[in-house]
């Protein structure tokens, strides 16, 4: 997204979502949790960077990530699944959301990835102003889960989803994109 109200569209976006969840909402073992839960899950994305520069940095914002207060508000409608491909731009902004089929409840920063996954870069602390209802532990997990979504775009567009054969090239450059911007000093 490249307009320059995407932050603002977005932050209102999942302003609207994150309103609390009932206790029956949908749970899901990998997204809204906290983040110490997927240290092996992280550490296995990692080496999508083998001998690469940024590897350090991206741990380095992990390990900050996991060693922020957790969540401890009521759980929140997450959309879960924010990347490239379930967003709708028209005209170099926001206009749609897609494929909720990861919808669960949990910690927001989940989807507060999004600051970087799918925002232009220099962008995120317009998205965290507009959202307004973040502290510094909330947006610190929210750049953790954006390296991990990151690595995860790495990882499926070089060898696919789930170990299956053939990657989806054209997520490599998002991944690549969404690390830089989440590396990025602020």
């Known amino acids: 997204m490249t307009r320059a109200n995407a932050a603002e569209a977005l932050a209102g976006f999942l302003k609207a979502l994150h309103q609390q969840a009932p206790a ?53 409608w997450l959309h879960g699944d924010l990347h490239p491909a379930n967003v709708v731009v028209q005209e170099g902004t926001l206009a749609g959301m897609i494929d909720f089929g990861e919808m669960c409840a949990g910690d927001p920063a989940t989807d507060l990835s999004a600051a970087w996954i799918l925002l232009p870069a220099g962008t995120a602390n317009r998205f965290f102003d507009a959202y307004a209802d973040t502290d510094e532990a909330t947006i610190a997990r929210a750049r953790g889960w954006a390296v991990l979504r990151a690595l995860h775009l790495l990882f499926i567009g070089r060898n696919g989803r789930l170990g299956l054969p053939g990657g989806k090239p054209t997520w490599e450059p998002a991944g690549r994109a969404a690390l830089e911007r989440a590396l990025a000093v602020h």
């Open 24 to 76: 029956e909402a949908p749970a899901n073992h990998t997204r809204g949790i906290p983040l110490a839960g997927l240290q092996d899950e992280f550490t296995r994305s990692l080496t999508v960077l083998a001998d690469d520069a940024s590897a350090a940095a991206a741990r380095e914002i992990w390990e900050k990530a996991v060693a922020a207060p957790a969540w401890h508000g009521a759980p929140r």
